[in-house]
């Protein structure tokens, strides 16, 4: 059977794709990069799941950024030069960078090209995933109408709350339509609280600036590339170098936020607006980076924490009644938002898995967040990075 085509839009993507791709443009044209799915849900795919997913991906080499789409951008988004609006103009998808196979259940997805093309595919790739998943399986989700009373409801909750909220939910949503149906409701009900979607084209659509900085490949590039001591003061470094002070939100938990904070000195501590959480205990987080902030007298009320890991109302009440008057802060909700449907959210992520050195010598990255069960890449790698980063 032959689905519809899915990725109708190029900006279908989440912002910090783009804003990375623009940095990598201008610091790493040449560098060479792959990227691994990952099935942490052991999730078993429908015969002819690899098949209708590879011709999905050819139906995504005719989306070209619009004349609208550009404006938009731009208007935006004045950080992103010209010479990146006219290069994005001209990108196109190339499903030749993808090898997608499937063996009984399993799927096995390899990415491989230039960084600055191949970075694009992540979020889309994981949205079809999903996306299909569920229609292959014939899963029914709940009523429309349901799915907006069960985000009105939240977004009421995180009102009387009164914490500021971004819709984060792209790469593990149910389907674009639920994705957009809560951006919808968000929109209506949300007030001053609700401050926009990490989706470049829904926040087009909705009219609001989208949200997002880096990711941690940027981070796991920059290991491979100048070793792991150096990779969290570069990458904040080239950062800076890039955006000169926009986008200022850095992402703590690469090599966990231990290793984070001996390169976060005074000066980044300064340049950044602040940090973004995504692993580990939320509390314990916020007590460590006030405390940091605090070391350099820096004041933390000057500064935000983004929460972006596994967010629920009953979790980010806890995290408001905590950070209250001792930091700013703001609460990316992704999955709990675009997947709360009645139905087992998928559980996969696409990490940047290897960076080419030289010659035909590849480097494996891996990711060591503050939660261990959320580790990447090769077990040799991830247990020489601990080694060198002095991490038990």
Known sequence: MKYPQIIKSLLDNDFYKFTMQNAVTKLFPKAKVRYRFVNRGKHVFPEGFAEALKEQTRMMENLALTREEKAYFARKCPYLDPVYMDFLAGYRYDSSELTIVQTGGELSITIEGYWYRTILWEVPLMSLISELYYMMTE?????????????????????????????????????????????????????????????????????????????????????????????????????????????????????????????????????????????????????????????????????????????????????????????????????????????????????????????????????????SGKYTGDAHAIYLAKEILGIE
């Open 139 to 371: 899963q029914e989700r709940l009523p429309d109408e349901e799915v907006r009373a069960i985000t009105r409801s939240k977004m009421e909750t995180y009102k009387a709350l009164d914490v500021k909220i971004a819709e984060f939910g792209s790469r593990r949503r149910h389907s674009y339509r639920v994705q957009e149906m809560v951006v919808e409701e968000l929109q209506k009900c949300g007030g001053d609280n609700y401050i926009g979607t990490s989706n470049v084209r829904l926040a087009m659509d909705y009219n609001v600036i989208p949200i997002g900085t880096h990711a941690h490949e940027w981070f796991m590039f920059h290991a491979a590339w100048y070793g792991y001591r150096m990779a969290n003061r570069m990458g904040l470094d080239n950062w800076v170098n890039v955006y000169q002070g926009d986008l200022g939100i850095a992402l703590s938990d690469t090599f966990t936020t231990a290793s984070f904070f001996h390169s976060f000195d005074k000066k980044f501590s300064k340049l950044f607006d602040g940090v973004r959480h995504d692993s580990g205990d939320p509390l314990t987080f916020a007590d460590n980076i006030i405390a940091h902030y605090k070391k350099h007298r820096i004041d933390p009320v000057s500064k935000t924490i983004i929460f972006s890991d596994a967010l629920t109302p009953p979790v980010v009440e806890k995290i408001a009644g905590h950070c209250r008057g001792k930091i700013g802060m703001s609460f990316g909700i992704g999955t709990n938002f675009t997947n709360d449907v009645g139905l087992e959210a998928m559980n996969m992520v696409i990490k940047l898995s290897d960076v080419l050195i030289e010659g035909d010598i590849w480097s494996p990255t891996v990711k060591l967040s503050d939660s």
